[in-house]
Structure formats: structure tokens, C-alpha cells
């Protein structure tokens, strides 16, 4: 099955509510992430991939493709 990819996710700081439009990359996992406004150093929380899985709008592009039902056991939104 041909699925389209999203690589453009809104990463929200929890500490200050700062929201950026960052692109995703296809290759790898981003573990950590700084936020532009209050410098916060961002990590997956537990049991998730990534940043993106953890604070973005828009899963990881491993899990938009998982054949799983939910996407993957570490997207919970």
C-alpha cells in the first residue's frame, strides 16, 4: 500500500508553549531538540521514539509507516 508521508511537524515546548513547524527527518530518530524560545533541551519521553512522537503534531515518519493499526506502540495522542 502507497502512503504519503508527512515530514513537516509542529514540535510544542511543554515548559513554555513555544510551537515551531520543523521537517522530520526520514533516516533516523531525533532524540533531542532545543526550543527556539526558552532553550529548554526537549528528550523523548518514556517509552516513545522521538521528539517528534512526544511534542510534535504529526508522528515520525517510521510510524506514519508502521502496518500497525495504531501506528506504533510509543504514539499516544
Known amino acids: 500500500m502507497n502512503q504519503d508521508v508527512v515530514l513537516k511537524s509542529e514540535i510544542k515546548c511543554p515548559e513554555c ?36 512522537c512526544s511534542y510534535g503534531s504529526i508522528p515520525c515518519p517510521p510510524i506514519q509507516l508502521s502496518n500497525e493499526k495504531d501506528g506504533c506502540r510509543c504514539y499516544k495522542k
Open 17 to 52: 508553549g513555544y510551537r515551531k513547524v520543523e521537517t522530520m527527518p526520514t533516516e533516523f530518530y531525533l532524540w533531542r531538540y532545543e526550543c527556539a524560545r526558552c532553550h529548554m533541551l526537549l528528550q523523548p519521553l518514556q517509552a516513545e521514539c522521538c521528539i517528534f
